[in-house]
């Protein structure tokens, strides 16, 4: 049961470590998105 349990969290870590690598090009994508958004106020 605990060799199980510590499978399951090795799991789960490597599972977030994997999202956590997406999180800062979701931030650039994000980033993009503003400044896009900014150009096009400016031309109105």
Known sequence: ???RN???S???AEEA???FDI???RDGYLQALKVLLRK???NK
């Open 1 to 3: 049961m605990s060799a």
């Open 6 to 8: 510590g499978l399951q």
């Open 10 to 12: 090795l799991l789960f």
């Open 17 to 19: 470590h994997q999202n």
């Open 23 to 25: 999180i800062p090009a």
């Open 40 to 42: 096009k106020d400016k």
